[in-house]
T-cell receptor
Framework: NAGVTQTPKFRILKIGQSMTLQCTQD?????MYWYRQDPGMGLKLIYY???????DKGEVPNGYNVSRSTTEDFPLRLELAAPSQTSVYFC?????????????FGEGSRLTVL | KNQVEQSPQSLIILEGKNCTLQ??????????LRWYKQDTGRGPVSLTI?????NTKSNGRYTATLDADTKQSSLHITASQLSDSASYIC??????????FGTGTKLQVIP
């Protein structure tokens, strides 16, 4: 049982480039999330999804896009990368809503924008 | 504004010693409080969940307490091991879909 799998683990981008962080889960969870973790800060919610075909913005959605075509996959798209998007990104999933259920996190994707 | 503050920011203890991490929150309404452990380079993993009616909950050598009146929680680690070296994150939930993460306490256990 792999849980939540994120790829890539590390990536360096130049300003203005675009990329997609991949996330897949095999726990059949309806709820999926993307967070970013910056040094000295708590995790911030970027986007979330309550099921296939449904996505919504979190606290810090600017500069990002998501899609949810299947229950398993929830990719995060960065358009026109900026240095402010240098961060560690975590994908997570939960069986119940995030304020009641346990969040299961991937191992993270460290992104550097130069 | 919903906030979760953790103290200390970092802590170094000798292997075998006990320690206590603190979490103060202003989240309202309150639904539950979770403690997560985050090993370096890994994602957070849930240790325990506390609801409004619970005062104490244990998970092995980890014991969490909750005082909903003063809006404080603590995580006590007994007989620390090198593998306890990690960041410990307090996460408070309240209201629909509202989840607030603390900034974490970085614990280092040295031999």
């Amino acid at each position: 049982n792999a849980g939540v799998t994120q790829t890539p683990k590390f990536r360096i981008l130049k300003i203005g480039q675009s990329m997609t962080l991949q996330c897949t889960q095999d726990m059949n969870h309806n709820y999926m999330y993307w967070y970013r973790q910056d040094p000295g800060m708590g995790l911030k919610l970027i986007y979330y999804s309550v099921g296939a075909g449904i996505t919504d913005k979190g606290e810090v959605p600017n500069g990002y896009n998501v899609s949810r075509s299947t229950t398993e996959d929830f990719p995060l798209r960065l358009e026109l990368a900026a240095p402010s998007q240098t961060s560690v990104y975590f994908c997570a999933s939960s069986y119940y809503t995030r304020n009641t259920g346990e969040l299961f996190f991937g191992e993270g994707s460290r992104l550097t924008v130069l | 504004k919903n906030q979760v503050e953790q103290s200390p920011q970092s802590l170094i203890i000798l292997e075998g010693k006990n320690c206590t991490l603190q979490c103060n929150y202003t989240v309202s309404p309150f639904s539950n409080l979770r403690w997560y452990k985050q090993d370096t380079g890994r994602g957070p993993v849930s240790l325990t969940i506390m609801t409004f009616s619970e005062n104490t909950k244990s998970n092995g050598r980890y014991t969490a307490t909750l005082d909903a009146d003063t809006k404080q929680s603590s995580l006590h680690i007994t007989a620390s091991q090198l593998s306890d070296s990690a960041s410990y994150i307090c996460v408070v939930s309240g209201g629909y879909q509202k989840v607030t993460f603390g900034t974490g306490t970085k614990l280092q256990v040295i031999p």
